[in-house]
């Protein structure tokens, strides 16, 4: 199989090795240049457009920044009988539009957003929460299984359906990062010992976020990017778009915290940040 891979971000360089390890051929392009040097010693090919890229492949993953990068990528490659494969986080207005934009060019278009980060991505042991129209997942899961958990690969139903549950999950972990942060002021307000406070909180509610955050939110080092904190606030805006009519007042607090995290010089870094920012807001030395 040949397989075209657009956008080496932490993801994207992370995901398609795994197309090599399986012993297919892999095309790869980036936006910007020099991200393909170690892709290329392992075997990879670098083609200069999404549409060279796509010559000729079987199967065309994109794991770009969110929609708007997408809309401006997918046109280029889109061609009859061409399998689409999206693992970029969209939500699912953006998942139907590409659907119609790819059904209409007689390409086969699956949405599947990937859950996990850059660990199970180099692992292959990423969750994908795939929305596919029946007849294109017998080809669309093996091709997930290189970079996905066999056991964790999913169909959760057609076209759009992977990028709405993408959207439910992210929120959680929006939420649960600014709920943290605060929950760290408090307990300063309170006069508690910030080491007592993240033993505790580890074995609660919040386990799973400081089990991952702890060790950068007691550095103040954000630097070691694994989920950014911009590629948050798109997904947060994303949720509270995606709701419509339905007010989503504590994913827009939450959406609030990492964009005020942001703009205090974040961006770029982990999403670690948004904890660190909102816990240490008005101490002497926060941003
Ligand atoms: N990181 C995670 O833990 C994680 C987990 C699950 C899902 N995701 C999702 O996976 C996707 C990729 O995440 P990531 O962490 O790999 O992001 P990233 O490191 O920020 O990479 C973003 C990629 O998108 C490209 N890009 C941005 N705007 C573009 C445009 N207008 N046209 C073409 N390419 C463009 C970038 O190219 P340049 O190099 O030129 O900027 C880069 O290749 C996102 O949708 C994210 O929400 C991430």
């Given at each position: 199989m040949r397989?075209?891979f657009l ?11 795994h ?8 095309v ?8 393909a ?6 075997g990879?090919?670098?083609?200069k457009t999404?549409g060279e ?6 199967a ?18 889109v ?5 689409v494969i999206?693992?970029t986080?969209i ?6 539009e590409?659907?119609r ?5 007689g ?12 660990g199970p991505?180099?692992?292959g042991t ?6 596919a ?9 093996p ?5 996905g958990d066999?056991a ?10 992977g990028?709405a549950?993408?959207?439910?999950v992210n ?12 929950a ?9 010992d ?8 580890g074995?609660?509610?919040y ?13 103040s080092?954000y630097?070691?990017?694994?989920f950014?904190?911009d590629?948050?606030?798109k997904?947060?805006d994303?949720?509270?778009s ?27 870094e982990?999403?670690a940040a948004v904890?660190g ?5 008005g ?5």
């Amino acid at each position: 199989m040949r397989v075209a891979f657009l956008g080496l971000g932490r993801m994207g360089v992370a995901m398609s090795r795994h197309v090599l390890i399986a012993g297919h051929d892999l095309v790869v392009w980036n936006r910007t240049p020099g991200k393909a040097d170690e892709l290329i010693a392992a075997g990879a090919t670098e083609a200069k457009t999404p549409g060279e890229a796509a010559d000729g492949a079987d199967a065309v993953v994109l794991v770009l920044f969110g929609p708007d990068s997408v809309r401006e990528v997918l046109p280029q490659v889109v061609r009859q009988g061409l399998l689409v494969i999206d693992s970029t986080t969209i939500g699912p207005d953006a998942a139907h539009e590409f659907g119609r934009l790819c059904t209409e060019a007689g390409a086969r278009y699956v949405d599947a957003p990937v859950a996990g980060s850059v660990g199970p991505a180099t692992d292959g042991t990423l969750g994908v929460l795939a929305g596919a129209a029946e007849e294109d997942w017998p080809d669309a899961e093996p091709l997930l299984q290189l970079w996905g958990d066999p056991a964790r690969v999913r169909r959760v139903g057609p076209v759009g359906a992977g990028s709405a549950l993408k959207l439910v999950v992210n929120q959680g972990i929006g939420v649960l990062a600014a709920g943290l942060g605060e929950a760290l002021k408090l307990s300063s307000e309170l006069g508690l010992d910030r080491r007592l406070v993240l033993d505790v909180l580890g074995m609660g509610a919040y386990s799973w976020t400081l089990n991952q955050k702890r060790s950068m939110v007691e550095a103040s080092d954000y630097s070691g990017t694994q989920f950014s904190a911009d590629l948050l606030a798109k997904d947060l805006d994303l949720a509270v778009s995606a709701a419509r009519d339905a007010e989503l007042e504590v994913t827009r607090a939450a959406l609030a915290a990492v964009r005020k995290t942001l703009d205090a010089g974040h961006s770029g870094e982990d999403y670690a940040a948004v904890i660190g920012h909102l816990a240490d807001e008005g101490e002497p030395n926060s941003h």
